[in-house]
């Protein structure tokens, strides 16, 4: 982006320093808010929680977003569905009236043209893909007829990147069913100047990579291309670590907190999500440090963990607070 969050490099420089001195209370980049659970569409590998959890009503989560802000930088709204929301476009003006650098929505595409606005206010736009082929994606989803709106979504809305200056990312979950089709729709979304992310499928409840990707020779070759195609300086979001992270599902050293994790009803979760050990409640509580120290108090700053859940929001920020020249490097070469 254009514009640099003085807030997240100062965080960033700290946590780096930090991590050097095996110092790990570090200081959250990004904050991860599930502004909603629910969803319009119905995917078969997804395993989301199904539970009903209170959502927070307008000012409710504009005074939540007020108590983050002076902790956290930057923000992701996801969910479920955001555009589900009727005050999404309330909520993303309001962070960047708040000066979250940068503002990042993940939706499915499929309400965007009913809330074009929030174009206004993102600078990141992530929608989701996961083949080419209509027929297959929709048995995917369970709703006839997504894969080809979604599809022309990504057209339509990736010719507006320059005019309303926001970024669009198709992001693809790399799944047993789609090994075959992955490097065609990377190839559909360079063709429309947008730039491609892959995550594997994981498991919610176990927070384990599904067992048909794990020494799957096919997914590794998958893996392998995407490199290869990042090398030749393809937009691909991920990073060279990441990729070589997930090809293997190497054990790595896990910074959860680095993006923490917010619920619908305000529960801020301690260490992650996964875990679902939730600190306690941001509005209840009415300050982020004062939940976080709830937090701490409540299960320590000690956690033992399989390293195996692989989402890349935790692996990628990991990887570059322990490696950070690495990526630079990276950064400057690709």
Request: glycine share 6%; hydrophobic share 35%; charged share 30%.
């Amino acid at each position: 982006m254009k514009k640099i969050n003085i807030d997240a490099v100062s965080n960033i420089c700290k946590n780096i320093v930090k991590v050097k001195v095996k110092n790990y209370n570090l200081n959250p980049l990004v904050l991860g808010f599930y502004i909603t659970l629910r969803c319009n569409l119905k995917c078969l590998y997804c395993d989301y929680p199904k539970k009903s959890v209170k959502e927070l009503g307008t000012e409710e989560t504009i005074k939540l977003l007020e108590i983050t802000r002076k902790k956290v930088p930057a923000i992701n709204i996801t969910g479920g569905e955001p555009l589900l929301r009727d005050d999404i476009v309330e909520i993303v003006r309001k962070c960047k009236n708040l000066k979250y650098l940068p503002v990042t929505i993940f939706t499915n595409s499929l309400l965007l043209e009913k809330r074009e606005r929030i174009l206004d206010y993102v600078d990141f736009l992530f929608t989701s893909l996961d083949n080419l082929n209509e027929e297959k994606y929709d048995r995917i989803t369970q709703v006839k007829g997504s894969a080809k709106k979604i599809k022309n979504n990504i057209e339509k809305y990736s010719k507006l990147q320059e005019k309303k200056d926001f970024v669009m990312d198709v992001n693809c979950v790399i799944n047993a069913g789609n090994l075959d089709d992955v490097l065609d729709l990377a190839e559909f979304v360079f063709d429309n100047n947008t730039s491609f992310s892959v995550e594997p499928q994981i498991s919610f409840s176990s927070g384990l990579p599904s067992k048909d990707l794990v020494g799957n020779e096919k997914y590794k070759y998958v893996i392998d291309e995407l490199i290869k195609l990042k090398k030749r300086k393809n937009p691909i979001l991920n990073s060279l670590g990441y990729l070589r992270n997930i090809k293997n599902f190497s054990p790595f050293n896990c910074h959860p907190f680095l993006i923490p994790r917010v619920f619908p009803n305000g529960d801020l979760f301690y260490p992650c999500g996964e875990l679902g050990m939730v600190a306690g409640n941001l509005l209840i509580e009415g300050s982020w440090d004062k939940t976080y120290r709830k937090g701490v108090g409540k299960f320590g700053t000690e956690f033992k963990c399989s390293n195996r859940c692989h989402y890349s929001c935790y692996v990628e920020p990991s990887i570059f607070i322990e490696k950070p020249m690495s990526l630079l490097r990276e950064l400057l070469k690709y």
